[in-house]
């Protein structure tokens, strides 16, 4: 009923004989629907009561009792009072609020029936499809909330609610551009909206547009200057845009209004890392494991700390937290058949040893696997496929298999995660084993190096300029080829090793006649260590090639940013893994510039040593 046909039907009243008029069913239903708004649920139920009474089919009256007994918490009797208004009148009015109530009783199939029907009526009404993608998003149908709210947006382009789920879900599902413009949405209509401003922020951390991730987080905290939350994402901002002595105020302000916030501690420790400042950062992790007991973000940062400075035995043993870290190494199984960590005999036993980080790791611990062998365990090896041909013929290992995810592993007794073989055997600084396991590269691939490269009549040098893009520190450790650049200055042959080539680095690579590029031929970690050896200095990142080419001896000038991984320790040049590698670190700056002018040097003296030698 329009609201003029209920002030018509209000007026209209009949008098008894000889008594006072009497209210008509839709009066009856005005007066109730004014005691419902001023709080008074009896007087607007009695009023009902009389209307249907007099009308047992007023619709009005129906849907306002399903509305008192919504609010009186009489989920089921709501429902069936709407259901009867809607059969005298499927108003829309009078669907959404069947709806919304069977939602709320956990019905939602049924609801979700309701707001079909009300589209099918009024399909260009905004609320419906926002309705629609609450029960969808009810439902754990994301993607198809997620039209319903994209469609509310397109009728109305201005709708907050339909916006912020829009926001939500598209960040979910990593589509984070998007995201950013459904918050934006958000902010548009209400510039002031903290939420929204906040989640904006974090699409832009996501994306690493770290200056847009500032610039919202410093509104935010505008908006609210006592928050921790909005203090920390300052905080994080600035880390992330490598100003981490800024942010460590930030964290300090967050933590004088919460001081025990782990999430606030967490990112202290991490700035005081990009700080070089590691016995304050191991306080905090040390203060984190008192307030959360068993928080193994925490130990697993501690352990980090604990290694870099050279404290193995604590550094080891911490490290086995990273099992509790949610997500780690997902595609390492979760055996039934114990873990050996050292303590155990395995005389006589079949240990399977598993990679559980990157290649590279894999690489650097693999000189443990002849001592596993040697304490008389046989020795099952598993690996990516890419190393497989490299580690097959190590000594000790009976077995090497090629990891898949439905790869049937032959019986064994115990096993052990790669990484954890330092732990296993209670590795120090001065017991670190040799890099020497790998057998002889095959001559004939060397053979075919060398003519392949032909002539050496000037420095050969293998270049690796970037690691995996995926890694959590690339944006740290890898650079752009064209930073790289002012080595081509040095009167040497540069060979590319470089694997999986960045846009921006292939289209600069095709036009670098002074770089070969051989990579489509090294289908495998055997291949490249091939080539490797035939070269005279390998200068790359921190990546796999750094453990390969130091693996098998060759000069590896290893480029460093300034807050390195912990296995080249801190504060030298050297590295007690590999005698043949040079460590060349970012300083405060935390730019590759000055690094690669210092390794050019060096590399300008090498050449000039390796041509008076071949005169």
Known sequence: ??????????????????????????????????????????????????????????????????????????????????????????????????GFTLKQTGRLDDALAVFDKAIQLKSDDAELWKHMGSVLLAQNRGAEALLSYQQALTINPGHRDAAWQCGLLLRQQQRLEEAVQAFTVCLTQQPD??????????????????????????????????????????GDALVRLGRSAEALRWFDQALAARPDFVEVLL???????????????????????????????A???????????????????????????????????????????????????????????GFGDNIQFARYLPMVAARGAKVILVVREALRPLMA???????????????????????CPIMSLPLAFGTTLDSIPPANYLPPLPADRIAAWEQRLGAHDRLRVGLVWAGNPHQANDGNRSMPLSTLLPLLDVDADFISLQKELRPADNALLAQQSRIRDLTTELTNFAETAALMSCLDVVVTVCTSAAHLAATVGRPTWIMLP??????????????????????????????????????RDELAAKAAGFSRTAD
């Not at 109730?32 to 619709?59: F, K, S, T, Y």
């Not at 929204?196 to 410093?218: S, W």
């Not at 604590?314 to 086995?320: D, F, L, P, Q, T």
Request: with cysteine; charged share 25%; hydrophobic share 40%.
């Open 1 to 98: 009923m329009s609201r003029s046909d209920r002030k018509e039907g209000a007026t209209s009243a009949t008098a008894g004989p000889g008594g006072p008029a009497v209210l008509s069913p839709a009066a009856l239903y005005e007066a109730g629907l004014a005691h419902l708004g001023g709080g008074r649920l009896l007087d607007a139920q009695m009023c009902c009561e009389q209307a249907l009474a007099a009308d047992p089919n007023h619709a009005d009256s129906l849907a306002l009792m399903g509305i008192i007994a919504l609010q009186s918490g009489q989920l089921d009797h709501a429902v069936a009072w709407f259901s009867r208004a809607i059969r005298q009148t499927p108003k829309i009015d009078y669907l959404t609020s069947l």
């Open 193 to 234: 909206d903290l939420p929204a401003l906040q989640m904006r922020a974090r699409c832009f951390a996501d994306l690493k547009r770290y200056d847009d991730y500032l610039a919202d987080a410093e509104r935010a905290q505008a908006l609210a200057p006592g928050d921790p939350i909005t203090c920390n994402n300052v």
């Open 267 to 297: 990112n202290k420790g991490f700035a005081l890392l990009q700080s070089l400042r590691f016995e304050e950062a191991a306080e905090v992790y040390r203060r984190i494991l008192v307030v959360e007991p068993g928080n193994a973000k």
């Open 299 to 357: 130990e697993w940062q501690l352990a980090h700390v604990e290694l870099q400075c050279g404290d193995f035995a604590s550094g080891w043993a911490h490290r086995e937290a990273r099992w509790n870290v949610p997500g780690f190494s997902p595609e390492y199984p979760r055996f039934v058949q114990p873990k050996w960590l050292g303590k155990e005999d395995i005389a006589g036993k079949t240990i399977l040893i598993e990679e559980d980080e």
């Open 393 to 415: 013929g190590v000594q000790g290992v009976s077995q090497c298999l090629t990891f898949a995810p439905d790869l049937q592993r032959p019986a064994f007794d115990m096993h």
């Open 562 to 599: 300034h807050l390195a991984d912990w296995r080249w320790l801190r504060d030298r040049d050297d590295s007690p893994w590999y005698p043949s590698a040079r460590l060349f670190r970012q300083d405060a700056s935390r730019r590759f510039e000055p690094v690669v002018a210092r390794v």
